[in-house]
């Protein structure tokens, strides 16, 4: 029997590309909402005289929430279902940008906090997909649904340093909480649609942390997917939070160094189908993991080398690299976590496993930040933070080797 009921004018549209749709959007303004502060940090480091580095302790900040909350959302999904979850995501993130625009000590750690409880979107959305897609081609359709991460950073490269130049940044950041807050209320007629599975008696227990954790490491092929999303995810966070301040100090304009950022972004989206498509057809999961691996490793390298006197074409050829391997991973780990992950636990282990990419997401920004506070440079850092991925990439050519 079809899990998914259809109902009023909807019944007509296709399950998987109604969900498909309903979560690509609701990615892309998690992607957007959790991306601004990053983008408009010029902005934010002048108006409150803050030091660079303090764009790490940020998304440190927001890497430790979204761990509890990922590890811990499991219960919630199967409790109210992967599109309230997927709501309460979007509303959660809106109070934290929202909070973002005060501008106080206290107002950012807890929008650091609010925008960390966002990341549930993903094991949300990853719930619902894998009830509605095939197996077989659960890395397309992951791939595809991920493509909405670059879209969200593409839109905040675009719109957000203009915006700020307009409006000031404290009108954007509460721009960004008014959309991801209407498209919350948008999602509501589709709840009726997707959260038949849900059982109401499930309750939260604190245990579940522990039994999630459990069962990702008592796991092999969960256990090797955690690892490299620790590396993946914390390279991803080094380059969202850094890029286009390091272009700010080799004399590009804030504006400048947000369009490259956007173009280079942009690659991700057409990487992230064809890493998808290759690992559903030619090439297994683990190669194409591998090789994305040795990959944002390399150009993290080639980055770190980038001076004023590149031309721009060159340093955006080195980003492009790097967007379309430290930006693009995401659709094939996450399709092969869920398969990997019983059936009706699939949300629970996606977070599981995307909470080791937290632990990494909290490390290697703080790592920069201690790097770039005792050395001054920006270029040491990327070396540093792509050295997890080189390690992740070499042992998962060796286990490729070996089986």
Same mark, same amino acid.
């Given at each position: 029997m079809n899990p998914i009921r259809r109902c009023g004018t909807l019944r007509l549209v296709n399950p998987l590309l109604l969900a498909l749709g309903a979560m690509f959007l609701q990615q892309t303004f998690v992607a957007l909402g959790r991306a601004l502060p990053a983008?408009? &940090?010029p902005a934010i480091i002048t108006d409150l005289r803050l030091d660079a580095y303090w764009i790490g302790i940020y998304f440190a900040v927001t890497a430790a929430s979204s761990l509890v909350a990922q590890l811990g959302c499991g219960? =919630?999904?199967? !409790?109210? /279902?992967a599109l309230r979850v997927s709501q309460i995501s979007l509303a959660v993130l809106a109070a934290g940008t929202a909070l973002a625009a005060l501008g106080t000590p206290l107002a950012l750690v807890l929008s650091a906090i609010c925008t960390g409880g966002g990341a549930v979107s993903t094991p949300a959305s990853s719930? %619902?997909?894998?009830?509605?897609?095939?197996?077989?081609? #659960?890395?397309?359709?992951?791939?595809?649904?991920?493509?909405?991460? +670059?879209?969200?950073? #593409?839109? &905040?490269?675009?719109l957000g340093p203009q915006l700020t130049e307009w409006t000031g940044w404290r009108v954007t950041m509460l721009l960004s909480a008014a959309a991801c807050a209407s498209f919350a209320l948008m999602l509501q007629p589709l709840r009726g649609i997707f959260d038949t599975d849900r059982v109401p008696t499930r309750a =939260?227990? @604190?245990?579940?942390?522990?039994?999630?954790?459990?069962?990702? *490491?008592?796991? +092999?092929? *969960?256990?090797? =997917?955690?690892?490299?999303?620790?590396?993946?995810?914390? *390279?991803?966070?080094?380059?969202?939070?850094?890029?286009?301040?390091?272009?700010?100090?080799?004399?590009?304009?804030?504006?400048?160094?947000?369009?490259?950022f956007s173009v280079a972004v942009a690659v991700a989206v057409p990487?992230?189908?064809?890493?998808?498509?290759?690992?559903?057809?030619?090439?297994?999961? !683990?190669?194409? @993991? &591998?090789?994305?691996?040795?990959? @944002?490793?390399?150009?993290? /390298?080639l980055l770190a080398l980038c001076g004023a006197g590149w031309p721009t074409l060159l340093v955006g050829l080195v980003a492009s690299a790097l967007s379309a391997t430290a930006l693009s991973w995401h659709?094939? *780990?996450?399709?092969?976590?869920? !398969?990997?992950?019983?059936?009706? @636990?699939?949300?629970?282990?996606?977070?599981?496993? %995307?909470?080791? /990419?937290?632990?990494? &997401?909290?490390?290697? +920004?703080l790592v920069y930040s201690g790097l770039l506070? %005792?050395?001054?440079?920006?270029?040491?850092?990327?070396?540093?933070?792509?050295?997890?991925?080189?390690?992740? /990439?070499?042992?998962?050519? !060796?286990q490729r080797a070996a089986s």
């Open positions: 983008v408009i &940090a219960s =919630f999904i199967v !409790r109210h /279902g719930h %619902l997909l894998s009830r509605v897609s095939s197996p077989r081609y #659960l890395p397309l359709v992951f791939s595809t649904k991920q493509t909405a991460v +670059p879209a969200g950073l #593409l839109l &905040a490269g675009l =939260f227990r @604190m245990s579940d942390f522990k039994a999630t954790l459990v069962l990702v *490491l008592a796991t +092999p092929s *969960l256990r090797v =997917f955690s690892f490299a999303c620790l590396a993946f995810n914390g *390279l991803q966070a080094v380059v969202t939070a850094y890029f286009v301040v390091y272009l700010t100090t080799i004399g590009y304009t804030p504006v400048a160094a947000g369009f490259v990487g992230r189908i064809f890493w998808g498509w290759l690992g559903s057809s030619h090439v297994s999961p !683990r190669g194409v @993991m &591998a090789g994305l691996a040795l990959g @944002m490793a390399a150009s993290a /390298g659709g094939v *780990l996450l399709a092969e976590t869920a !398969r990997a992950a019983p059936a009706d @636990m699939r949300g629970g282990v996606t977070g599981g496993v %995307l909470s080791f /990419g937290q632990v990494g &997401a909290l490390a290697l +920004p506070d %005792l050395t001054g440079s920006y270029g040491a850092g990327f070396v540093v933070c792509g050295v997890p991925a080189l390690l992740v /990439g070499v042992q998962l050519l !060796r």
